[in-house]
Structure formats: C-alpha cells, structure tokens
C-alpha cells in the first residue's frame, strides 16, 4: 500500500468540515513544500544551477503558487492568465504557448516570460512585436509518452512543437531575424509511467542530438535546455512513487555522455514539472447527499465533476475515503450531480457502508484537478482551503455563486 496515495489529514479534514461549508478543497503546505524540496534538491545534486519552474495550469491558487515561489520555483505559464498572475505574484519564466498569435506573444514578452515558440510560423509575430534577445522552440521530438493516449504530447499526432526535422531551419531564421541566445524545449507528455525509468534520459539524448545539428546545420548555440515536467505520480495505492533521485542522476549521464559526444558546451537544465508537485497535496472534500440501490449502489456527493473533471474526461482513477465508524464494506459507485453518465468519481469500489452526511474525500486533487473544473449544468466552483503548515486552515478561494457565474451575462 502506498501512504502517499491513501494519506490524507484526517485530523484537519474533521475540523475543515466542522467549521466550512462542504464541498471544498483542501491544500497541505507541508506537502507540497516537501514536494517542492524533492524535486528541487534530486536535481540540484547533480545540476547546481538547475531552474525549476512550475506549470501553473496545474493548479493556479495563487496563495498556492507562492508557496511554491518561495521553494524557488518560476513558473511556466501557457495563457495570457496565467501571465497576469505570473505579474502580479512577480514571478518570472517561460511561455508556451499553442497556436499563440502575436498579441499574446506580446503579453507574455512584456511579463518577463521567455517565449517558446511552437512553430516557426509565428516567427513573422516577433517583427510585429519586437524580436526578443532570447528564445526558445518547443521541439517535438519524434517521441512522446505518458499514461494514456491522450497525454501523449509527441510523435506524428501531437498538435505540439517544431518537428524535429525542421528544428535547425527554425533557429536558423530565428538568428536572421536578430535573436542572440537560445534555448531549446520539450514536452512529451504527462504522468509519464514511472516503470518507465530511462524515459527522461531517453529524451533527453534525443534532444541534444537535435541541439547538435542545430549547432551544425544553423550555427546556433543552444544555452538553455527545458525537458518539460510530465513526471509521473501514483494514482491507486498498489503503484509505487517515482524516484526522482534515480531519475535525475539518469538525466545527468544523459547530459555527460551526450555533450562529450557531440562536443557541446552544457546547457543550463530547466524542468517544468506540474502533478508531481501538487497532485498528492490536495483533496477533495464532499458530503453524502442521497444513497440509491438501484442496480447497483449509487452514493450522490455534494460536489460534482465539473470542478474536478480528471474521471470524467479520461476516466481516471482517484481514491477515495470515508470518514465514518462503519465496519461493513460494500461495493459503491460515489457520484455527483451532473446530468452525464460519466459523472462518477469511483465506479465499483469497496468503501464503507456510508449514511447521508458522511464525509467523502477524494485523493490526489492538488494538480490538475480543480484546475480543468467548468461550470457545465450551472453547477458552480468550490472553494479552496490552505491547511498550513502550524495547522491552521484559512480560505484560499471563496465558492462561485449563482451571481458569479452570471456576472458576464445580459438577464
Ligand atoms: C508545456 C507543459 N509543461 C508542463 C506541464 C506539466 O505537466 P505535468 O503536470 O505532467 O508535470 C504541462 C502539462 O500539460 C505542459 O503542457
């Protein structure tokens, strides 16, 4: 069993519901701080002046965010939003875009973000817009990976990245056009498999032979190299946790074999990594509303998946608990009140036999959880909560109202 997956804090979660309206999300500090403190220091180990940034689409609470500034993170921003916020928390860091035209390319430049472009095609929007100093290409690299189909970010069906056929072409007219230094990036996918445990050292050798012919084909020197995030958590309890140590000490050989191969001044290490850093420090916290034996057992929470969509979309597994005294188990299918088949956050688990008001938690809703939420059947957002690190527990978001959601709507 994995305590990562099945911890949650009990103690604070009690409390939380005592005094807050449910359903609510509950952020640990301390976790994501060690979270934070991991990957910082696997890293740092072996590359002294590694620049993490954080993938805001992750999770952009920004009581959250700075948190994960003060751990010495930047961020990686991909929406002239998460800019905004990247302003306004004065963090710095690096935009990737897709499809971006000139005017958000623009935003991005004028909040201290690198830009790193997807294509060479928005190479003409730099002349609108003032050809920065630096600048970065997303490469697809031929290669991708990740959980499931649809989180694989490379290869011929990722809508992602410069080919990498066409990558010294693309940093050749970058040059002409009067950018001095370069970076180089990729993303090849999320929740990479954590079995998969050359896959970050794999890509990474792909990457520097492209930055190698780019020297060649382009005379272009490459300064910074991003090798994205995509670093893969567990979900259920029987999967193991990823050793980042192990898997940074793999990156570092990459590093040494490949810049000796192709004579290459070593560029500076960026990562970028979401879900390992918050996934795990959030939880979804909800009461049982109405318990059905229809067919089978159906238990309807208060909270529904537009604010945490993950099972819906990909039918993606999170665990839950609940918080009672019942010392029956039975089969049940936790729901939500979403006129949509797949508005189901477990399908079929043991759990303990519930009654209506107990306290349902779901697992692993730090990262990419909350974050996708939309408003679809007018169900509204939940609020955020902060269990800080002396235990105390203070809003981080209120709940949208029904006002909030027809603010922008002539009635
Ligand atoms: C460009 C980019 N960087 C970083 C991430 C973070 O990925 P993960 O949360 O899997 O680490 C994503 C996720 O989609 C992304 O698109």
Redesign the pocket.
Known sequence: MNEEVIYYPKEAVGRAVEQFETPFFLYSEERLRENCRRMKSAFEKHFPDVWPLF?V??NPNPDFLRIIMDEGFDF?C?SPSECFLAEKLEAKGMY?GNYTPADELKYAAERNMILNLDDASMLPFLEEIGVPEILSFRINPGIGGGERESFV?AGPDAKYGVPFEKAAEAYKKAAELGVKRFGIHM?TG??IPISEKEYFAQITKKLFEIVAEVKREAGVKIELMNI????GVPYKPEEKSLDIEELAASVRESFDTQCEKHGLKEPRLMI?????ISADAGWRVGKVLVIKDSYKKFVGIDASSNDMPRPSIYGAYHHASVMNDASEQEPVSIVGQICENNDQFARDRMLPVCDIGDVVVIHNCG??ARAMGHNYNGRLRHAEYLLEQNGSIRQIRQAQNIEDLFKTTKL
Do not use: I, L, Q, V
Not at 228 to 231: A, I, K, N, P, Q
């Open positions: 993938a689409k992750a990686d991909s990737t970010f993303m999320t929740n994205g995030g995509g670093f970028e990594p979401g879900r390992f990262g990419h």
